[in-house]
C-alpha cells in the first residue's frame, strides 16, 4: 500500500459526459502528479500541483483539468468525454517538486467510456 | 526533449533464468532514473532508483546500474521467479525547471513459467 488513494477504482459512462476522479496523496506530501495510462499512448504525463498550485503541464487535453484544495488532495475533471479517453488515470504524490523524491502511486482509476 | 526507450516485450523466461530488460534514455541535464513494476490490476511500484552516474539501484534481487557514457539503466536479475511476472517500467525524471514529472518507457511485460 502506497499510502496514495484514489477513487472511484471504475467508473462506466458514455460519450460527452463530464466525470471527476479524486486522488489524497500520502500524508505530508505536499505534490500531486497525474498520469494517463492507455493502449496506444502509454504512460503519459498530465499535470503536476505542489501546494495548491499548478507546477508543470504534460499532454494534457483542454478538455481536462485538475486542482488541488487546501487540504492537498486533488481531482482531475475529464469533460466532452470522447471514446479515446478510456485509459488507466494514475495520481502519484511525492513529497517535494525540485528535490529528486521518489514518487508513490495510486491504485488508479479504471475510466471506460462508451 | 528527454525520452526513454525500453526493449519490447514480451520477455518469456523458465524460473531462475537471468534476465536483463534493456533501457536508454536522452535528457538534457542529469536526470534521476526508476524502475517501476505493475502488477497485473494493480498501481505502479518503485523498483529501484538511480540519481547520478554509476549509482547501482537494487531492491529484491533486482538491480540496475546508472551508466552515462551509454546513457542506460538496465536492468537485471539473476534468478527469476514466477511472482516476478508484471510489466517493468523504465522512467527518468528531471528535477531542473522547477518540476519532477516522469517519462516512461512503453513498459516490458515478463512472464515467467515454472
Known amino acids: 500500500d502506497s499510502g496514495v488513494t484514489q477513487t472511484p477504482k471504475h467508473l462506466i459512462t458514455a460519450t460527452g459526459q463530464r466525470v471527476t476522479l479524486r486522488c489524497s496523496p500520502r500524508?505530508?506530501?505536499?505534490?500531486v502528479y497525474w498520469y494517463q495510462q492507455s493502449l496506444d499512448q502509454g504512460l503519459q504525463f498530465l499535470i503536476q500541483?505542489?501546494?495548491?498550485?499548478?507546477?508543470a503541464k504534460g499532454n494534457i487535453l483542454e478538455r481536462f483539468s485538475a486542482q488541488q484544495f487546501p487540504d492537498l488532495h486533488s481531482e482531475l475533471n475529464l469533460s466532452s468525454l470522447e471514446l479515446g479517453d478510456s485509459a488507466l488515470y494514475f495520481c502519484a504524490s511525492s513529497a517535494g517538486t525540485r528535490d529528486r523524491a521518489e514518487q508513490f502511486f495510486g491504485p488508479g482509476t479504471r475510466l471506460t467510456v462508451l | 526533449g528527454n525520452s526513454v526507450t525500453q526493449m519490447e516485450g514480451p520477455v518469456t523466461l523458465s524460473e531462475e533464468a537471468f534476465l536483463t530488460i534493456n533501457c536508454t534514455y536522452t535528457?538534457?541535464?542529469?536526470?534521476?532514473l526508476f524502475w517501476y513494476v505493475q502488477y497485473p490490476g494493480e498501481g505502479l511500484q518503485l523498483l529501484l532508483k538511480?540519481?547520478?552516474?554509476?549509482d547501482k539501484g537494487s531492491n529484491k534481487g533486482f538491480e540496475a546500474t546508472y551508466r552515462k557514457e551509454t546513457t542506460s539503466f538496465h536492468l537485471e536479475k539473476g534468478s527469476v521467479q514466477v511472482s516476478d511476472s508484471a510489466v517493468y517500467f523504465c522512467?527518468?525524471?528531471?528535477?531542473?525547471?522547477?518540476?519532477?514529472?516522469?517519462?516512461f518507457g512503453a513498459g516490458t511485460r515478463l512472464a515467467v513459467h515454472p
Open positions: 500524508s505530508g506530501d505536499l505534490s
Open positions: 522512467a527518468s525524471s528531471n528535477p531542473s525547471g522547477g518540476y519532477n514529472k516522469l517519462i
Open positions: 538511480a540519481t547520478k552516474a554509476d
Open positions: 500541483y505542489y501546494n495548491g498550485e499548478e507546477r
Open positions: 535528457a538534457t541535464g542529469y536526470p534521476s
